[in-house]
């Protein structure tokens, strides 16, 4: 049996087994339709006024709060929530991935099935330049095609797969890899062609996305491990690179792009001790997440006390990988890299919050790491590399991250690209259950307690199935919360969170809690004004009173609160009375 498997992993065309294993774990996603963001990128391509207010539909896919004034539309339609920054930004500058997405738009318009066609063929492209790389990189091709295979068969790739919106994690990956390869083909025969063509991959893998970063952090690696140079001379070649960078960020921030304001997106380069704050706690989760398999999606909508608790967790798996990995580590110069790879391309991914897709350029060095030390413990050749005996502890630590890796993720794949649906059907479920009457395109939607996620996917949704939209919407209060929701006269609530507003993660997304309020501050929306009564020690309003333009019961007026079945109709309460609307389960009590 090991013969057989040793015979597939050397295969002279394994690059091309491993892709059509790859498409074929990840097929459920042809039926999978569109979801969330899906429908914001379809909207934008269609120019409809309200999510491409800012120019060319290609610029915009990927710019969810524009900052500023570009918020002002946003903001008075009710899907940005009172509690908005007005300079909030959340906008990515993706031009090649946009593209993609308009050539699918252009040629089948409405038709998803070869949409996720394509979306596995750049899946399937991925395998074959990354298969090529470790076969590059790695002198040993049993080793090589382990590897390859553990990264063919990743569970966590299957959102990239499944989720038309996220496929610009495969871009950058793909030329960022070639330009890795064409990097050491230029350091290895000086020959400017392979230069040129490593400055025109990198840059294909920027203008598909950020996580190109993550690419050149496996150039990096490679010059501070394998190049050979010494000293300072190792850095010089990475000259050009950060002369690319710098140019890309300087467009990156004319045009507008970039994150301002969020709790869970951080700019390196306008908040970098909040960055590094964020990189401290959201790295070992991410490694814990790709070693063992555990997935972190739900970790944004956990109180912050279980989050730091996870965290914990997460360093206690990031201390034993390095007990497993060390006697590797310190005699493999290519063990170095592949590490060191992992790490660095860590960390631009944790400018955002911890998910499982994010794991995707880290799995190159993770993989490789893990395919080595296979190797140098002699599960792949009768002889190990190493003639030290291999203890109990390293025995049953290869034989777990195999047995995860290599069996359990061909398994777990399809499934997860399954479940991805699951998920955003889940998340959608509130919006679905308010009504469709024609009435609502004449009223304001008031939603006392949501996510303001849901807000724009909602009408974003509606919009594109040509569902009744509300002529706006307002949101009052997070539904992660038990909140107390006070009658004081006709036309006035007053609401009082446990713990606060801004208490959940998910609510900050619009607003980092970094970025206080002040008592008595005043926010008027098109519908009713905000009046910030009381806040708390860090800024967050403890107490807030919503003045409406007109009396709560005027018809204008459709109000819904979040219930564990969804949205559900809600009576305003009498005078002077108080509903308490509990949270939609224990486990989102916020508490102060």
């Not at 915009?60 to 002002?72: A, V």
């Not at 252009?106 to 070869?114: A, E, G, I, Q, S």
């Amino acid at each position: 049996m090991k013969d057989r498997l040793l015979s597939l992993l050397t295969h002279r065309r394994l690059p091309w087994i491993l892709a059509l294993l790859g498409v074929v774990l990840c097929s459920p996603s042809l039926w999978m339709g569109i979801y969330i963001d899906d429908y914001l990128h379809q909207l934008k391509l269609q120019a409809h006024p309200l999510f491409n207010a800012l120019g060319h539909p290609s610029m915009e896919l990927f710019r969810f709060f524009p900052g500023g004034e570009g918020n002002q539309a946003l903001f008075e339609a009710g899907i940005m929530p009172w509690w908005s920054h007005p300079d909030i930004r959340i906008a990515f500058w993706r031009p090649l991935s946009s593209a993609t997405h308009l050539l699918d738009h252009t040629l089948w318009p409405d038709n998803f099935l070869p949409a996720h066609l394509h979306s596995l063929a750049w899946y399937a492209v991925a395998i074959l330049v990354v298969t090529t790389l470790y076969r590059k990189l790695i002198p040993t091709s049993a080793a090589a095609g382990l590897a390859a295979w553990m990264f063919a068969i990743e569970d966590s790739h299957a959102m990239a797969t499944a989720w038309l919106a996220n496929r610009n994690a495969l871009l950058p990956l793909i030329f960022g890899a070639f330009a890795l390869m064409a990097h050491i083909r230029w350091q290895q025969e000086h020959k400017h062609r392979f230069l040129a063509v490593a400055i025109l991959a990198f840059i294909l893998a920027l203008s598909g996305g950020e996580a190109a970063l993550g690419a050149l952090a496996y150039i990096v690696a490679w010059q501070l491990t394998l190049a050979d140079r010494r000293g300072t001379a190792r850095l010089t070649p990475l000259i050009p690179y950060a002369l690319i960078v710098l140019v890309w960020r300087i467009l990156y921030n004319h045009l507008g792009y970039g994150a301002y304001g969020s709790g869970p997106y951080i700019d390196p380069a306008n908040e970098p001790i909040a960055f590094l704050a964020g990189l401290a706690q959201r790295g070992p989760l991410l490694l814990a997440s790709l070693f063992t398999q555990a997935p972190i999606d739900p970790w944004i909508f956990i109180p912050p006390s279980a989050q730091w608790v996870l965290v914990f967790l997460g360093c206690g798996v990031v201390a034993i990988l390095v007990r497993l990995f060390l006697p590797l580590l310190e005699n493999s110069a290519l063990a170095r890299f592949f590490g060191l790879g992992m790490l660095l391309s860590m960390v631009p991914v944790c400018a955002s919050f911890p998910m499982d897709r994010l794991c995707i350029q880290m799995g190159i060095g993770a993989f490789g790491l893990i395919a080595l030390l296979a190797q140098h413990r002699g599960f792949l050749h009768a002889e190990p590399a190493s003639t030290e005996e291999p203890s109990a502890f390293h025995r049953r630590g290869i034989k777990g991250l195999l047995l995860v890796h290599a069996v359990m993720a061909a398994l777990l794949l399809p499934g997860r690209v399954m479940s991805a649906g699951s998920f955003f059907e889940v998340a959608e479920q509130p919006s679905k259950s308010i009504t469709k009457s024609p009435e609502l395109a004449e009223q304001t939607l008031i939603w006392i307690n949501s996510m303001d996620l849901l807000l724009g996917y909602m009408v974003a949704e509606r919009a594109y199935k040509k569902e009744t939209v509300p002529k706006r919407v307002g949101l009052l209060c997070s539904m992660f919360a038990e909140n107390h929701v006070t009658r004081v006269d006709e036309d006035t609530l007053e609401i009082r969170p446990v713990g606060g507003f801004l208490a959940s993660y998910t609510d900050r997304m619009s607003r980092s809690d970094k970025l206080g309020f002040t008592q008595g501050q005043r926010i008027p929306t098109p519908d009713f004004e905000v009046e910030v009564t009381e806040v708390l020690e860090n800024g967050r309003p403890k107490a807030a009173r919503f003045h409406f333009n007109k009396p709560l019961e005027d018809p204008s007026y459709h109000w819904v609160a979040t219930g564990p079945q969804g949205a559900e109709p809600f009576q305003p309460p009498a005078m002077g009375e108080t509903t308490v609307l509990p949270p939609i389960s224990p486990l989102f009590a916020m508490r102060q």
